[in-house]
């Protein structure tokens, strides 16, 4: 497969992301948006469905069915403060969706080596990949997390 085929194909795979969720949820009209527009709006809404799916269950379980195992009966966060941590995420979600439109920017110009099939480079090779990406995004993430913490003009208290 030459270089030109390998990009055309990460290509077709972004498309195929984007009509999954799109194309069940918006109009077709909106099939004329800019490519980028797409792909952030793709991400944007799996985004929020993730986001919410997974605190609806965190809540269910943890304050609600579990609540004697893992809160005290006084322990468990009001309403507005649960309603208030959740706007604060809603807001930030919009600039969350932006990095994946750089990154498969950079792949489907050929900035990467991105690989459509793992048979393109074995499981064990494929495997290392995996583990040193996980290592240094957990990493990353980690550290990132904890300087924002010494920024004081982002916390009220």
């Excluded at 109009?27 to 800019?34: F, I, N």
């Excluded at 080596?113 to 996980?134: A, F």
Aim: glycine share 4%; net charge positive; with cysteine.
């Amino acid at each position: 497969m030459t270089d030109a085929e390998h990009l055309h194909r990460l290509v077709q795979e972004t498309d195929w992301y984007n009509s999954i969720v799109l194309d069940a949820l918006l109009p077709s009209g909106w099939k004329q948006l800019p490519r980028i527009l797409r792909t952030w709006l793709r991400n944007y809404i799996g985004i929020n469905i993730v986001y919410f799916v997974s605190c609806f269950l965190w809540c269910f379980f943890i304050y609600h069915w579990k609540r004697e195992v893992y809160h005290p009966k006084d322990y468990i966060p009001s309403n507005k403060t649960i309603l208030l941590q959740i706007i604060v995420a809603v807001k930030a979600i919009p600039w969350y969706s932006l990095l994946p439109i750089l990154t498969e920017y950079m792949i489907e110009k050929g900035w990467t080596k991105c690989y459509c099939s793992i048979n393109e480079v074995g499981w064990p090779i494929y495997l290392t990949y995996v583990t040193i990406y996980l290592i240094l995004i957990e990493f990353g993430v980690y550290w990132i997390h904890r300087e924002l913490h010494e920024v004081k003009l982002l916390y009220k208290y």
